[in-house]
């Protein structure tokens, strides 16, 4: 058993059993490994915090799983976000706007119109919301796995994706009272939507990088649809008590379906990045 330990939490909707979502969650990993870090080992487990099943009464069935993992065509290293202005322009200006209606058009009207989104098309979050057992069941798969290892004194990067995130900054927030002397190395988020109004009026307050926190990274895709209103989170999160901040990326998710159609919010798209590779190596490789 290795000392480090990478757990991860998805996102809403529905998916398959537990047992076949570790599986693609590790394939993507390691396609992104051997494709972006060419000959190095990495040596880490995967655990995941699924959740799924306090939401829906049955895991998705074969012909319901659209877009399972896919492995990326091609071979070689697979591409990393440029440092193109009129790309990075076209990001800030989306953020620009998210900015500018909160502001001339009032957070109240904003919040409304996203919430009427939320309650529609994201039953699972309007749920997390507003029941509290569901929203305590929920935290409890990721509490529970947090503190087995810390208990066994593993090293512990945790991945977040999209409500995920959520659900994860919630927790690592509470971990002071609730798993008191948790350390993580490494928080990353993905395609998360903790930037969003909506979201950052029910997080927990004052907005900032939990205690026990050592690093955060922020990655987005700019064609997100969860993350592309707000893809920097260091705007939002102060530092804590360390100062410690979020370190925003851009990166690009080229994740695409068996029908061929692309999906950029997608994990498995995220997690065999260049700029994830790095991070699992990296974090495999430190001493501590």
Request: charged share 25%; aromatic share 6%.
């Amino acid at each position: 058993m290795s000392t480090k330990l990478v757990i991860g939490i998805h996102g809403l909707n529905n998916k398959p059993r537990p047992d076949v979502l570790r599986d693609w969650w590790t394939a993507a990993v390691d396609e992104g490994i051997s494709r972006n870090c060419e000959g190095q080992r990495v040596d880490v487990d995967l655990e995941l915090a699924y959740w799924a099943d306090l939401m829906y009464s049955a895991p998705a069935a074969p012909a319901e799983q659209v877009e399972p993992y896919v492995a990326a065509g091609g071979s070689g290293p697979l591409p990393r976000a440029g440092r193109s202005i009129r790309r990075i322009a076209r990001v800030r200006i989306q953020e620009g706007v998210g900015k500018v209606l909160e502001k001339v058009l009032g957070a109240s009207l904003a919040e409304n119109a996203v919430r009427d989104a939320v309650e529609a098309r994201v039953p699972d979050l309007h749920r997390y919301k507003h029941h509290r057992a569901a929203q305590d069941a929920i935290r409890e798969r990721l509490r529970e796995p947090l503190r087995i290892a810390h208990a066994m004194g593993r090293q512990i990067m945790l991945i977040a994706h999209s409500m995920g995130s959520i659900v994860a900054y919630d927790v690592l927030r509470a971990a002071d009272r609730i798993l008191p002397n948790l350390r993580i190395a490494h928080f990353v988020t993905l395609g998360s939507p903790l930037g969003l109004t909506e979201i950052k009026e029910i997080v927990a307050h004052p907005l900032r990088v939990p205690e026990c926190v050592a690093r955060w990274s922020n990655f987005a895709d700019p064609r997100d649809y969860a993350a592309r209103w707000d893809t920097r989170l260091s705007n939002d999160y102060r530092a804590n008590r360390a100062g410690v901040t979020v370190s925003d990326h851009l990166v690009i998710n080229g994740y695409l379906s068996p029908s061929g159609k692309p999906n950029p919010h997608k994990i498995y798209g995220y997690l065999r990045t260049p700029e994830m590779s790095e991070l699992i190596a990296s974090f495999a490789h430190s001493r501590g």
